[in-house]
């Protein structure tokens, strides 16, 4: 079963606006990662978030996690076409240290 | 350095038939495994290594097997290829592991570029 879940499933802006994509988990996690996947390539690691962080930034990219509510957001500011990908969430649960769960992903596209 | 590096990109096999999926890393990283990528699925965990001569079950264990006799190296084998087997394979890997039988995922994982499997 997934323990992650992105919503939206699918996400189309303009270039220059901002992209936000949800994740919701089930139970309690070590971390939570987010990947970004170009069509055809394999993930690309973007983020890591550990369970006792709030908020986190790289670029323009701005991640918060919220524990009490078991969910993470992933924020792309000033998107370009370049940033147009499936993104994923990827939790490390507590009960299970080898495995890292992702969900279905978002598929973001940006045009220009 | 090449990161992770998979082979063959593409792959066609009739149904029983055995192959095995190639995957090196050369980072060092001690911890290895392969996902499957399907549409609406998600990437589910197939097998994992967290070093030389360790390997786990993940979530979807069947009809697969690996080893890991050297670091670098963590091959995939399809016993008797079957239809349900038709997916995008993903191998990654990560510097650090927990030790025996745990993985630590404070590590990003690094993935290769996949190998698209069909099975008729």
């Known amino acids: 079963s997934q323990q992650g879940e992105e919503d939206p499933q699918a996400l189309s802006i303009q270039e220059g606006e901002n992209a936000t994509m949800n994740c919701s988990y089930k139970t309690s996690i070590n971390n939570l990662q987010w990947y970004r996947q170009n069509s055809g390539r394999g993930l690309v690691h973007l983020i890591l978030?550990?369970?006792?962080?709030r908020e986190k930034h790289s670029g323009r990219l701005r991640v918060t996690l919220d524990t009490s509510k078991k969910s993470s957001s992933l924020l792309i500011t000033a998107s370009r076409a370049a940033d147009t990908a499936s993104y994923f969430c990827?939790?490390?649960?507590?009960?299970?240290?080898?495995?890292?769960?992702f969900g279905e992903g978002t598929q973001l596209t940006v045009n220009p | 350095n090449a990161g992770v590096t998979q082979t063959p990109k593409f792959q066609v096999l009739k149904t029983g038939q055995s192959m095995t999926l190639q995957c090196a890393q050369d980072m060092n990283h001690e911890y290895m495994s392969w996902y499957r990528q399907d549409p609406g699925m998600g990437l589910r965990l197939i097998h994992y290594?967290?070093?030389?001569?360790?390997?786990d079950q993940g979530e979807v264990p069947n009809g697969y097997n690996v080893s890991r006799s050297t670091t670098e190296d963590f091959p995939l084998r399809l016993l008797s290829a079957a239809p349900s087997q038709t997916s995008v394979y993903f191998c990654?890997?990560?510097?650090?592991?927990?030790?025996?039988?745990?993985?630590?995922?404070?590590?990003?994982?690094?993935f290769g570029n996949g190998t698209r499997l069909t099975v008729t």
């Open positions: 978030i550990r369970s006792n962080e």
């Open positions: 290594s967290v070093g030389a001569g360790i390997t």
């Open positions: 990827a939790t490390d649960e507590e009960t299970s240290g080898s495995r890292l769960t």
């Open positions: 990654a890997s990560s510097y650090s592991s927990g030790g025996r039988g745990w993985a630590n995922y404070n590590s990003p994982l690094h």
